[in-house]
């Protein structure tokens, strides 16, 4: 089973969606309207696995508990909302010692303090594996969050930063690169811009890697898309292989109507314009004029 | 480290609580107060994991699905809250083909319907064993959810049910027992009844034994308690010692004025004044005038 198939089977067994819920299964996060308040919640949650996540001879506690919660927040930011909590589940390997979940703490904590991020409750466990999942609950004005799927034809495509930086890093393990893979920075600032100033039409995080990415946000939206591989902004030593279906990069991908203006830095992160949505089949995305097989991250495929 | 050096660990390191975080970490669930909201929110957070808490020659897909959103809506009915949303994260182990998968979906669903609880969102993922972890929301008129720290000394220590069910079912594996274990009922609208018409001074779910759950809630309330083992409504079949230590019963522990009255049965479940609390040292628990050691069930407890 594909992710896809996977999600198809949860959705036909889940029940209707309940009072409140406005946006369930399907976008980078969920929607819920409290009674009385002028405020949706959006909500998200992202697993971090030994072996699967990471590797504990590669990456040190710290990092692990930064990079678990900044998955949660680069969602958040993809919705053009503020972070408020996290809930935080983890099941410690029995190589993880004090000073190992120390670290943990220290990393996820650093993050939670520089993005105004509560840490509310969570669950401890013991397992074989290190296991976490964190659970993040962000804030946004009613009715205002951004979704996958209002990208139309003709809106403009853009993304924030460089990409393959991640996985050149993951790679090289060293520089500016794997600092972006070990200390994502979640766009939370410039999703509240793209959200308020730009008025996006549809917005997503680049977690499993640009091709991946945009067929989804094109599924969703019921369109086609066009990009060209010399407008692509690749991370100073990435390849092109990377920028496209690297993942983990974290950067925001977001459409805009065809007359938005856009600077082309945002507090000093550059916006570059890749392409267009079109009236084509929908999640079908050309490169150059040629299909763009969506290669990025996917734990349910067979390879 | 046990537990509670943990626990230490992590409150010393989280940032203070953020703007409409009402309680964060140590009770059955964090409060959230949405911005002009008549409700607060609860939220809690709990795992389930392959040779931990459950095996797979032992507990079908369906069992482990009902029983991974069955421990956070106990700790929503011991807040006195009712159920919004969920969040499913789950990591498949090799072994989880798609009837597995749908059995899970199928168990956890059914108790979603019944409960009134939507399924909103969550994570997937591959993993070696599988792993799940649900966040369960739930509401509560706004400054009106039970803590586990309203207790005082003279108020009645009562408990939902029989206790040592869920523990004698996964040793006998048949039975009313076994249903207990394998499908228990979180007791939603009694932590209603137990809110609203009883004014309970503080409640708990039974996940963890009598004893360790008691205990926690007496050091939450800076009090003690003395119990009587020949109130104890023991499960029939049963022995005191899993009635005391057994865990997973999902009965709720709650405090009430010495005065309350309480109905015998509720919804034909029984309730049963058990002890009182006292002036004693905080956290600790007499049983028939002796220490009662909490020994329930505590993963970081070296043994």
Known sequence: MSELDLLRLIRSRVPPLGPGIVLGIGDDCAI???????????FTTDMVLEDVHFRRQTH????VGWRALARGLSDIAAMGAQPRFCLV???????????WVDAFYRGLTRLARMTGTTVAGGDLARAEKLACDVA????????KALRRDGARPGDAIYVSG?????????????????NKHATPEPRLSLGVFVRERLRATAALDLSDGLSLDLHRLCLASGAGAEIAGRDMPVFAG??????????????LLFTLRPRAKVPELYEGLRLTRIGVITEGTPGLVLLDGRPLEAGGYDHFRSR
């Not at 819920?32 to 959006?42: A, C, I, K, Q």
């Open 32 to 42: 819920f309207r409290p009674r009385g308040s002028r405020e949706d919640l959006v």
């Open 60 to 63: 040190p506690g710290e990092i």
């Open 89 to 99: 589940s983890l099941a410690l390997a029995p190589w993880a010692d004090d000073a």
């Open 136 to 143: 993040v609950c962000g804030s946004v004005p009613r009715g």
């Open 162 to 178: 460089r990409l393959g930086g991640a996985a050149l890093g993951l790679e090289t393990r060293s520089g500016a690169a794997w």
């Open 238 to 251: 990435a390849t092109i292989e990377q920028a496209l279906h690297g993942g983990e990069d974290y950067e």
